[in-house]
């Protein structure tokens, strides 16, 4: 292991006594040889500025290998890694004191007496040639508009009565299953409120 110290120390002062124009540069080469001795693993030699040591690496004698290096003196930036996952969360910090009240505002002039449209619509009745079918009849209110409210009226038996549309329903849908054939099948209702443009 000194000698191995010892051989990196003589690289260093190579290095030293190179002129700064020399130092400039910022490739360095060298060898890494492995001797079979005195159990040193590996020795690094003739460290030189540039793309190649001061000494051909194959020229170590009685090494059971050698290896050219090079490296740099001031590696380039390498590219941004990406962003790891988020940490866990800290613990909530205490409760801040409580603000001073804020001046009362002054009242506002009342508006104008507001107005709530609303129209209702029913579908045509689904009616069913045969025993066992499953008509559905839906209705939707107009774009813009919001349903309220739906139902439905069935001579037999109703499936389900429920909004469409998502959270904010602008439709309503019936199914129904007919259990004999020519039935008047289902018929679907549904209120909705009227929002500008409203219905003429």
Known sequence: MKRLFGTILCASLVLALAPASVLAQQQYTGCIIHYPIENIFYELWWVAPGPAPATSCAQARGANSSVQISWQQTPPRG??????????QGPRGPKG???VQGERGERGEQGEQGTFHVYSLQSPCQACSEAGA???????????DVALGGGFITDGLILGSLGTGGEKPTGWAAPAAVA?????????QLICHDRPPLRN
């Open 97 to 99: 004191e409580t603000g």
């Open 79 to 88: 590219a941004r890694g990406a962003q790891g996952a988020q940490g866990n």
């Open 134 to 144: 499953s008509p559905a009849a839906e209705l939707s209110c107009d774009p813009g």
């Open 180 to 188: 004999a054939e020519d039935s008047n099948g289902t018929q679907a």
